[in-house]
């Protein structure tokens, strides 16, 4: 390398492209500092839209006798999200597009903006009563659906493990939420029109049981301390009361009378509920942040160590026995080689050749443990699609869908995932 | 977007977004279509290390008698090559390192260039007569695999589904070509110095199982042509001599003598292969480079077409009906109201919906497509790791190490990649 960079200057050698590709893992890092900073807006414009959404039902299925003022003030502060997060985005924006991440993040943003454009015009329906408090519901949770799959695409361009673990975490914990949001919004619709027909009983028992499977893969990938936020959560007597009102929502026949004071109970559990779901989305939040930084800081020190190394080997000793350094280059190979010990004793030959080798590691190291976050992601895209497939060949509705999917892998004693796949594998011979 | 795009410019709206995506598919193709012109100098440099190694190891195995011009003149042709493909890497640096498509790609390259450095000093071994054909078949091999394990990163960067799948075919075709390459080159060593020990017999054994394997998946993923040339070479007669030859290697005992001038035949029959192999790998190239071509122009094409409708709608109409086109942004969601179709009518609304809903199906599309691209390199990641496994835990080498696998799967009824797949996941459970 020396010789040659010394009369050739603008031909790279190993050495640049070793510190190129710290350098790559350290722009990765700096990246994902400031995709914390979106995701914690996404959080945040989440949870304001979840409570707008809720109190417009109460307003809508109250035939605009109740929250007509928290409804109003609900939408101000949704609206002060919203501006936080679009300032959040426009920080970020060069990143994004400068040198894109990913085609898909991009497209999803842009359909989250495009929802949040709807907002004003959803609004005017709600005052004026023009919508259903379902058809209301159904535009909140698709705009609310947009930005959380924007947490999701982001997950899925992490390559670092602690990283990926925590953002999918995150996405998982915010799906838990939005759904535990919309049952939240089922059930006041439910207990404030006095009645739950079986549409809105069997809705609530999808939504308990998606919620559910969630918050598993949320368990699986969160960090200690929003664990015990978690398990504080579920410990709380708060879920006795709502275990008893779910049920007292599933039981009721279609034209029975429940007391519409219900619904204001139902909406404080499940408000109370929501707002400690949010508090651990912000410990997830804050513990991705204390990582990113932390992991920032051992790649920049781990680069500058490298250049140092590197440059000191650009200044001779290197070369001198290329030979001895190739026989090694190759001992980690799959040439049927590997292993090889011979002249390992070159201390110029063997840094060079151990600062490559070691970076291979910590890379295939990273790539592995990357792999469950991967998989976890991976398995949330089938189990979507092959619910979309049953929902075209079946013409049935979405938790129709899920139902079946479950009740397949039931019968099957199959992981949901798994049946997931099979059914997509088939979808060309069932077409 | 439009009102708040008039005053409050900085903020960007979903159609930026939209064409950020688009751009991001744009960027990725222009950068393949550079990475195919390196990956044409890897072949060809690939290529000359192989006649290099092949003409060296006739030198040495027969004691510096034979082929000393031409070990010397194809070492002049191997530093042309070498020479292009730093030219070609030093063009793409910008691309690699500006904005740094993967740490791995980078660090093979790395790797690479490194083992590059050090083949002055391996010819000056080998005319000295300083190492044993063996020891420099490695040195050769582990050169060559380092080359072709950048073109493996390379494919595992892929995004687009026909680039990646040419990109799998090459290097499955190049992994062959090497294999047949080497075992060129122990067959001359055998059949140069008069016997073949058992040691040589398995390593063909070896060599001739894992070409076969890496020729089926280049023919899962080439192109016509270049599969019609891959047609033609294994229904060459020169492929029944081959047989025949390979039989004697493995038949002959390792004491039984045979006629050193068997090695110019087996020689020249081998060489003829590896050119025809050569051969078609520039069919895959010229079929790549036509690809990128093609796919760029259509992405162009579709980002101008983009612009121009965003443009139109950025200047009106768009806000006319938010809320219909929210209702439709959430219909191809997973939230549970998909394909609600009110207000479908709204032709502005509809084409910036759409637009998004586009490119959201066809990056799904192009996902969908790559799976099958990423799986195959997924099973040879798989595989590689679980004969390293094999061979630390063993103590084997790397022959026996893949022999063992392959009885594993044989005496299971199950695919390679599954059981190597196993074998990993039991790795923690054997530590």
Redesign the interface.
């Known amino acids: 390398?020396n010789t040659?960079r010394n009369t050739v200057p603008?031909?790279?050698?190993?050495?640049?492209?070793?510190i190129?590709?710290?350098?790559?893992?350290l722009?990765?890092l700096q990246y994902f500092l400031q995709m914390g900073r979106l995701v914690q807006c996404i959080s945040s414009l989440v949870h304001g839209l979840q409570r707008e959404r809720g109190a417009s039902n109460v307003f809508l299925g109250s035939s605009g006798k109740k929250f007509q003022e928290e409804r109003k003030s609900l939408a101000v502060e949704s609206d002060r999200l919203k501006r936080e997060f679009?300032?959040a985005?426009?920080e970020i924006?060069e990143e994004?597009?400068?040198?894109?991440?990913?085609?898909?993040l991009?497209?999803?943003?842009?359909?989250a903006?495009?929802?949040l454009?709807?907002?004003?015009?959803?609004r005017?329906?709600v005052v004026a009563r023009k919508v259903t408090a379902e058809?209301a519901t159904?535009?909140y949770?698709?705009?609310?659906?947009?930005l959380i799959?924007v947490v999701f695409e982001a997950a899925d361009t992490a390559?670092d493990p602690t990283i990926a673990g925590l953002l999918v975490a995150m996405v998982h914990l915010m799906n838990g939420k939005?759904l535990c949001g919309?049952e939240r919004a089922v059930g006041s619709a439910g207990f404030s029109s006095g009645a739950f027909d079986r549409a809105l009983s069997e809705?609530m028992a999808?939504l308990i049981e998606a919620q559910e499977r969630c918050f598993e893969v949320f368990a699986g990938f969160a960090d200690a301390d929003s664990l015990s936020l978690w398990q504080k959560v579920s410990s709380h007597e708060r879920e006795g009361e709502i275990e008893r009102m779910r049920r007292l929502a599933s039981s009721v026949g279609r034209f029975k009378d429940l007391d519409p004071e219900l619904a204001d109970q139902w909406f404080k559990l499940m408000t109370e509920r929501i707002d400690a779901l949010k508090q651990i989305e912000d410990s997830v939040e804050g513990c991705f942040h204390t990582r990113c930084i932390e992991r920032f800081a051992a790649a920049k020190k781990s680069l500058a160590h490298q250049e140092t190394l590197v440059a000191s080997l650009d200044t001779g000793g290197?070369?001198s026995?290329?030979?001895?350094?190739?026989?090694n280059?190759?001992?980690?190979?799959?040439?049927?080689?590997?292993?090889?010990s011979?002249g390992m004793g070159q201390q110029f030959g063997r840094s060079?050749?151990e600062l490559?080798q070691e970076?291979?590691r910590s890379?295939q190291k990273m790539?592995d443990e990357l792999q469950s976050a991967k998989e976890a992601l991976e398995d949330r895209k089938t189990q979507?699609k092959a619910?979309?497939l049953l929902?075209k060949h079946r013409k049935i509705?979405?938790?129709e869908a899920h139902r079946l999917l479950r009740k397949l892998a039931m019968d099957q004693g199959r992981k949901l995932p798994e049946v997931a796949r099979s059914l997509i594998s088939m979808a060309d011979v069932l077409k």
Chains 1, 2 share one sequence.
Do not use: W
């Not at 991009?106 to 359909?111: D, K, M, R, W």
């Not at 454009?117 to 959803?122: A, I, K, P, T, V």
């Not at 026995?321 to 026989?327: A, D, H, M, R, T």
């Open positions: 390398m040659k603008e031909i790279p050698g190993a050495g640049d492209y070793l190129a590709s710290k350098t790559c893992e722009m990765s679009e300032l985005l426009a924006h994004l597009t400068g040198h894109p991440v990913s085609s898909r991009l497209n999803q943003i842009a359909s903006l495009h929802g454009e709807g907002l004003g015009e959803l005017r329906c058809s159904e535009d949770s698709s705009l609310i659906h947009n799959a390559v939005e919309q809705r999808h290197a070369a026995q290329p030979l001895l350094v190739l026989c280059s190759g001992s980690e190979g799959s040439t049927g080689e590997a292993f090889s011979e060079i050749f490559v970076q291979t890379l790539t979507e619910v979309l929902m509705s979405n938790d």
